[in-house]
């Protein structure tokens, strides 16, 4: 290569800054013309080998794993056994086949209908090493299991970290396309933004037999590296026809959260930090009006947050505050109107959100002067704004939400209803690259890809460059 074409990463995309900043703010939006081919939206059957029980008397399935702390030094690691309690013990070390640690867990299990569920173990590994491979077991004898997984890097603002976004993921063969799309792209742990088996499409006891196959169907993938898990409102449940009136029984029950390392007293919505990033999960079918536990909560956590030391600051809901599509038009309008100064104010990078089965990008927007009088009624555009992202296009037996809003919104950067999952690399604390994966692309091709400055850092850049200049104006720089 010739002298003065070569450039490390960090001078290109100084060089790039300006491009980046046009990008990012978006010009016109774009409605992709692609055209899907025409897989049909049913549910594997039970029968299938991504469902296949393991052998042997009481081994462990459905295994999954998601963080166990506020900080990423422990995992909490969950199974299901069929026959009996017990064991609840996870052998663990750093070597493969050499098990130095032990960890007890609890073991509960409940009631659906005439379902019985297994019983269902939660076990927290804590006080892990960052940056380590663990090998773990559970089970016993013959009928025993071993996995691994990998800890995240330390806290701090330049660690990087592939975060994996999927949503309304289902168990259909476009729900298996997309977990096989997914775990070819290097994520490291995925946010998921709620709507998980769709097992309440079923009736009766088929309800709790399709929970228990959706999480077979995950474990490929969730049993050697964190779920970060949201509930959407197909985790609800709430059947009064057969007696089940206790929302979000079944989830609640199989999938754990560490809601109480960062001082929430609900599962629904807790808050971690992993690598580079603060992540706050919110409940969007839980009472989030002022003076709720989650307001009072979220008002309390958006104060923790040290650009400082994680940077990027992303929020999880199952309901988008804004979106373009038909479906599920202005639903998020009651969280948006009591959250939305909030995250302007914080500068809130990015919010993920499911619940509409397509894929869209929106640009940095607003609505936070409207009220019943003032006749602001439109969402401008506003740098300090979160970036809006709807990924609840995981494959589910529900279809694709492809009736978008026609004429395209000013806001709306990019839409397609399309199955397909994300992917946000954090580079370094002030950029990061989003992709947007269609399935019926080869790995390597992004349907959508944008680079985005942090809101924190690079607003300080800013600043600093400005008043360097301001300096040097008047003679002050000192060489």
């Known amino acids: 290569m010739a002298p003065g074409l070569q450039f490390t990463l960090f001078e290109l995309l100084f060089k790039l800054f300006p491009i980046l900043a046009i990008v990012e703010r978006g010009s016109a939006g774009v409605t992709s013309t692609f055209t899907r081919s025409k897989w049909q939206?049913?549910?594997?059957?039970?029968?299938?080998?991504?469902?296949?029980?393991?052998?042997?008397?009481?081994?462990?399935?459905?295994?999954?794993?998601?963080?166990?702390?506020?900080?990423?030094?422990?995992?909490?690691?969950?199974?299901?056994?069929?026959?009996?309690?017990?064991?609840?013990?996870?052998?663990?070390?750093?070597?493969?086949?050499?098990?130095?640690?032990?960890?007890?867990?609890?073991?509960?299990?409940?009631t659906f209908y005439n379902y019985k569920s297994?019983?269902?173990?939660?076990?927290?590994?804590?006080?892990?090493?960052?940056?380590?491979?663990?090998?773990?077991?559970?089970?016993?004898?013959?009928?025993?299991?071993?996995?691994w997984f990998q800890t995240p890097p330390m806290i701090g603002p330049d660690s990087p970290f592939t975060f994996g976004i999927i949503g309304d993921l289902g168990q259909t063969y476009n729900s298996l396309s997309t977990l096989d799309h997914y775990m070819q792209s290097g994520g490291q742990t995925v946010l998921f933004l709620g709507d998980l088996s769709y097992a309440d499409r079923y009736q009766f006891n088929d309800v709790g037999i399709r929970w228990d196959s959706w999480g077979r169907f995950i474990e490929r993938s969730a049993a050697y590296q964190p779920w970060i898990w949201s509930a959407g409102n197909h985790e609800i449940e709430y059947m009064p026809d057969?007696?089940?009136?206790?929302?979000?029984?079944?989830?609640?029950?199989r999938f754990s959260t560490p809601h109480l390392a960062s001082r929430s007293n609900n599962p629904l919505w807790y808050a971690i930090r992993r690598a580079s990033a603060h992540i706050i999960v919110l409940s969007s079918y839980s009472p989030h009006v002022k003076y709720t536990p989650q307001w009072l909560w979220l008002r309390d956590e958006l104060k923790k947050v040290d650009r400082k030391k994680t940077p990027w600051l992303i929020i999880l809901m199952h309901v988008p505050i804004y979106n373009s599509n038909q479906a599920h038009f202005m639903e998020g309008e009651s969280m948006r109107a009591v959250f939305e100064r909030w995250f302007v104010h914080h500068r809130v990078d990015f919010i993920f959100a499911g619940h509409v089965h397509a894929y869209e990008r929106l640009y940095r927007i607003s609505n936070?002067?409207?009220?019943?009088?003032?006749?602001?009624?439109?969402?401008?555009p506003d740098r300090s704004a979160p970036v809006y992202i709807t990924v609840g296009d995981g494959g589910n037996q529900e279809g694709l939400a492809g009736r978008f809003r026609d004429p395209q919104p000013e806001y709306s950067a990019f839409r397609e209803a399309s199955y397909g999952h994300s992917t946000l690399e954090l580079k370094n604390r002030t950029h990061a690259f989003l992709n947007w994966h269609r399935n019926e692309d080869g790995e390597e091709v992004h349907a959508d890809s944008v680079i985005f400055l942090n809101r924190h850092w690079a607003s300080n850049l800013r600043r600093r460059r400005l008043k360097k200049n301001q300096h040097k104006a008047r003679g002050e720089i000192n060489f």
């Open 41 to 110: 939206s049913f549910d594997i059957p039970l029968d299938n080998k991504v469902f296949e029980i393991p052998k042997g008397y009481n081994a462990p399935q459905q295994v999954h794993i998601t963080q166990g702390d506020y900080d990423g030094k422990a995992v909490i690691i969950s199974w299901v056994t069929p026959d009996k309690p017990r064991p609840s013990r996870v052998q663990y070390g750093t070597s493969e086949k050499k098990y130095d640690f032990i960890a007890d867990g609890t073991v509960t299990n409940y």
């Open 368 to 380: 936070i002067r409207y009220n019943v009088s003032s006749g602001n009624r439109y969402p401008v």
């Open 118 to 147: 297994g019983y269902i173990h939660h076990c927290l590994v804590d006080d892990l090493e960052y940056e380590t491979k663990y090998y773990y077991k559970i089970g016993e004898g013959d009928s025993s299991r071993e996995f």
């Open 242 to 253: 057969v007696g089940e009136v206790m929302p979000f029984k079944s989830y609640l029950h």
